[in-house]
């Protein structure tokens, strides 16, 4: 499996500090170890379908969409947070439910996974950027 150096990660895994890089298939690949049920690699959940496209000025009034997928559906947490353009945070979703200020948005099941209907009560007071975090029951990360 070719390896395209777009991102490496460090982690600790059994006391030693191991480094790991996302091959274009988009699986962990970690030189000379495996995981704990013996695979050498692990599909990371893919978070997909975001409109509008990143980069792209929300207004008040715009519905921010994206899908959270994984090769078995199954997760142990999704977390989805918005950032603003003054550095400020604001808690969309825990993984269980949607905050106060986002109540109207929607979790609806796609195959492998959740698409998300993200609107805010009142309005977007600037422009988000959404940050999702999506960990799949093996504990493979993806973070947005």
């Known amino acids: 499996m070719a390896n395209i150096s777009c991102n490496v990660i460090s982690v600790v895994s059994e006391m030693h500090l191991v480094d790991m890089a996302i091959s ?5 690949d970690v030189p000379d170890t495996k995981w704990a049920d013996g695979a050498a690699t692990r599909v990371l959940p893919v978070i997909s379908n975001i409109v509008p496209a990143p980069g792209t000025g929300i207004y008040a009034s715009d519905t921010l969409q994206f899908d959270v997928t ?3 559906g199954l997760f ?4 989805i947070m918005v950032e603003y353009p003054d550095g ?3 808690v969309v979703y ?3 439910t949607f905050a106060y200020n986002f109540q109207n948005c929607t979790k609806s099941v796609i195959t492998n996974g959740f698409r998300y ?3 805010r009560r009142g ?3 600037g422009s988000p950027t959404a940050r999702i975090r999506a960990i799949d029951q093996g504990g493979s990360e993806n973070t947005q």
Not at 76 to 79: E, K, L, P, S
């Open 94 to 96: 825990d993984g269980n």
């Open 70 to 72: 994984d090769d078995s």
């Open 24 to 28: 274009s298939e988009g699986r962990l």
């Open 123 to 125: 309005g977007w007071p």
């Open 117 to 119: 209907y993200l609107r």
């Open 88 to 90: 400020n945070y604001e």
């Open 76 to 79: 142990t947490a999704i977390v």
